[in-house]
């Protein structure tokens, strides 16, 4: 499975952007998808996950109420709405799709359950 991301750029605090990962696979609907994220010098940290129906979300405290994710399964595309965005959110951000058997609304937060990573789109915000 190969996972493109794009729609990242430079946006001044309090804007917004969307991402986007197209994913290769001939059954998108199979994997749990995930955003996650790395700032300079610091780990890479979830942000946001959505389950294979896109019936089930979760988020990093620090970005719920702000960002959106959301899957389009018959495009094989997730998303991430960025809304209210600050300098902190400013990070290569990553895709990921984990194809884990398990309930249809089943979401993970841990990086280790990913088997497939797209090649990150930058997104810098600025004060």
């Known amino acids: 499975v190969q996972l493109q991301a794009s729609g990242g750029g430079l946006v001044q605090a309090g804007g917004s952007l969307r991402l986007s990962c197209v994913a290769s696979a001939r059954t998108f609907s199979n994997y749990v998808m995930g955003w996650f994220r790395q700032a300079p010098g610091k780990e890479r940290e979830f942000a946001a996950a959505?389950?294979?129906?896109?019936?089930?979300?979760s988020y990093v405290d620090s970005v719920e109420g702000r960002f959106t994710i959301s899957r389009d399964n018959a495009k094989n595309t997730v998303y991430l709405q960025m809304n209210s965005l600050k300098p902190e959110d400013t990070a290569v951000y990553y895709c990921a799709a984990d194809r884990t058997v398990g309930s249809i609304e089943r979401v993970s937060r841990t990086s280790r359950t990913y088997d497939y990573w797209g090649q990150g789109t930058q997104v810098t915000v600025s004060s």
């Open positions: 959505i389950s294979r129906s896109g019936g089930r979300t």
